[in-house]
């Protein structure tokens, strides 16, 4: 994929590598610490973007994965990608929760 079709493209990439991130999430399974077979956002954004060796997904650009990083940091109010972890990390967190905010992320943005 050449990068300007990429950056023309990126909000549209940006929101279906949401999509499928939740859509792994709801398949397999949420854990804040993301204990395999379950994942935490982080691990479900690798396999979806191929960034996970464990997948074969194939490769999504880093621009793509890392647009999407910085707009669930906007959705729930972070600002470096620890937050992810702390949001996620909140006690009575809940797989739905995650999935939902991960949906809503990718219509909003």
Known sequence: MAVNGT???L???RNAVLQCVADLIEQQG???????PQLCITQAMAAVTGHD???ELGSIP???????????????GGEYLG???DWEGEEGR?????VAMLRATATWH
């Open 7 to 9: 950056l023309k493209h």
């Open 53 to 55: 060796d464990a997948t």
């Open 11 to 13: 909000p549209m990439l």
């Open 83 to 85: 937050a992810i972890f």
């Open 94 to 98: 809940t797989q739905e929760e995650v």
């Open 30 to 36: 949420w854990s804040a610490r993301g204990s395999r």
């Open 62 to 76: 880093d621009q793509v994965s890392n647009e999407a990083f910085r707009a669930i940091l906007r959705q729930i």
